[in-house]
């Protein structure tokens, strides 16, 4: 108990260290701090959210997302987390004429802090007004907080005279306790499972560097816990060795191909917070070993992977669901929910070397990443929609697959600064939302994208988790 408190504590002034930095000031603040705060507090009353939903619709969703790339006018600050109000009532009988934002539920227009008309059946339109402050509803800030979804502060509302249809930026921390009656028959390769592409290039925390945004390295900007506590399952490593530190734990980083960005044990303490203190199931899979795992023939130094998996059985250990116990046969989806919550091993590890996993039998397969690796969103578009439609293949090792859904700078683009990672998501994310609900929507399983606020990967995969199970 003491032991475990302390690491909330440590867990807590991480997340507290992160939040301050990331804070930059809202460029046109929607009010003053502290009635932002007591609107948070409001939407935060467990009686109310109890009682409405925090979606609704009769036709159509209406969704907030956060726009990646920062926002640079003359005249103007800077501005970062811009919002976005997104709509889509296509196939409705009519398309409701404003869109706006509100800082609590929306009841009626007088109370809309941003607001705009449309007569587009779906599109989306960039707001001035930033999300501010990063940080966490429902006590969930600095551990575990109260079960279910919590709004942030942005709700969208839409409609004529009176509000149709409205939805809110939320947290989803306990959405695979929430849903487990509709959803734990389901197999694993089942799922639609929302995942993070290189998950812990999020901010770096290096000897000379504690950069929060850079062009072209850090893929996420939300620490690995705050990942989860969104809704994040699949959490996508890429892991350096250096020998040349003194201390095992310290030898191992969180990589972004050659470039260290951070060290992994905090990581991997972050994960066992989250799994000790819910119901959920986490999917984390060792996929690119970029630094010091592999001689120059390409052949594995074996004592590098045995530190690595030593660390992870040392931090993770009570919740590893060992592959050697759940594992289905090749072409099968893999165990249900159910069991792994009956046996209480909620962390599948997948690892990229099969000679490895051959050799440890509680590892799971390497984990099929669909990557187009292009530059360009179109053919990135033509490669998903194809191979999401071949998968899941007829003798898979793994009963997972993930598809990989953003775009890949070449040599050239990051030798002349051309674009960042950051105008790549947005360039790609809210087609990867449109995709996952229309032509992925049979067979996507895990989804990663960079910059997930930009999507709305998140909420449709849990819906579409939902609706999958509701077949069986
Ligand atoms: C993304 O979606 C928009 C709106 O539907 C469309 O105009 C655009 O061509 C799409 N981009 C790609 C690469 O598919």
């Known amino acids: 108990m003491a032991a475990s408190l302390v690491a909330v504590l440590a867990l807590a002034a991480t997340a507290l260290g992160a939040t301050i930095v990331l804070s930059l000031l809202p460029y046109r603040a929607p009010s003053t701090d502290s009635v932002l705060t007591s609107r ?4 935060l009353d467990p009686v109310s ?6 979606e609704f619709s009769n036709c159509g969703r209406v969704w907030v997302t956060v726009h990646s790339p920062e926002i640079k006018e003359a005249g103007h600050p800077t501005l970062v987390d811009a919002l976005e109000v997104n709509w889509d009532f296509a196939g409705c009988s009519s398309v409701p004429q404003n869109i706006g934002i509100f800082q609590s539920r929306p009841t009626s227009w007088s109370e809309a802090v941003w607001y705009h008309s449309i007569s587009e059946p779906e599109g989306f339109i960039l707001t001035d007004l930033s999300l501010g402050a990063e940080t966490l509803p429902g006590g969930w800030l600095s551990g575990p907080g109260t079960r279910g979804p919590h709004c942030l502060w942005p709700w969208v509302g839409a409609g004529d005279d009176q509000i149709q249809a409205y939805n809110c930026l939320k947290i ?6 929430d849903n487990a ?56 490593f890429r892991i350096g060795y250096y020998d040349f530190y003194q201390n095992e734990d310290d ?22 917070i989250f799994l000790d203190t819910t119901k959920e199931v986490v999917f984390l899979d060792a996929h690119h070993f970029p630094m010091g795992f592999y001689d120059q023939k390409g052949s594995p130094l074996q004592h590098a992977h045995a530190g690595f998996l030593d660390i992870v059985k040392r ?29 209480d091993k909620r962390l599948v590890f997948s690892y990229v070397d099969n000679s490895i996993v051959n050799q440890n039998n509680w590892l799971w397969p390497v984990l099929p990443h669909l990557w187009a690796n292009t530059n360009s969103p179109t053919q990135l578009f033509q490669y998903l929609d194809q191979a999401i439609t071949a998968h899941p293949q007829p003798n898979a090792r793994s009963p997972l697959y993930s598809a990989m859904a953003q775009t890949t700078p070449t040599i050239l683009d990051i030798v ?4 960042s990672l950051r105008e790549n998501a947005d360039a790609v994310n809210r087609n990867v939302t449109a995709r996952l609900a229309t032509r992925w929507r049979q067979h996507a399983n895990i989804v990663s994208t960079d910059f997930f606020l930009g999507d709305d990967v998140i909420d449709l995969s849990i819906a579409l988790s939902v609706e999958r199970g509701s077949r069986l």
């Open 40 to 43: 948070i507090h409001r939407t």
């Open 416 to 419: 002349f600064l051309r674009g």
């Open 181 to 236: 009656e509709k959803i734990s028959s389901l197999r694993i390769g089942e799922l639609a499972i929302p995942g993070a592409h290189n998950a812990g290039a999020w901010r770096f925390n290096t000897e000379i560097s504690n950069l929060a945004r850079d062009s072209f390295v850090l893929c996420q900007d939300r620490s690995i816990w705050a990942q989860l506590v969104h809704g994040i399952r699949y959490l996508d």
């Open 49 to 54: 959210s109890r009682n409405e939903p925090l």
């Open 251 to 272: 030898r191992y980083w969180l990589n972004h191909n050659l470039v260290r960005v951070r060290p992994i044990v905090p990581l991997l303490r972050e994960i066992r």
């Open 172 to 177: 989803q921390p306990t959405w695979m306790e």
């Open 315 to 343: 931090e993770l250990g009570p919740h590893l669901a060992f592959a050697s116990d759940f594992a289905t046969p090749a072409g099968t989806r893999g165990p249900t929910v159910q069991s792994l919550l009956d046996a």
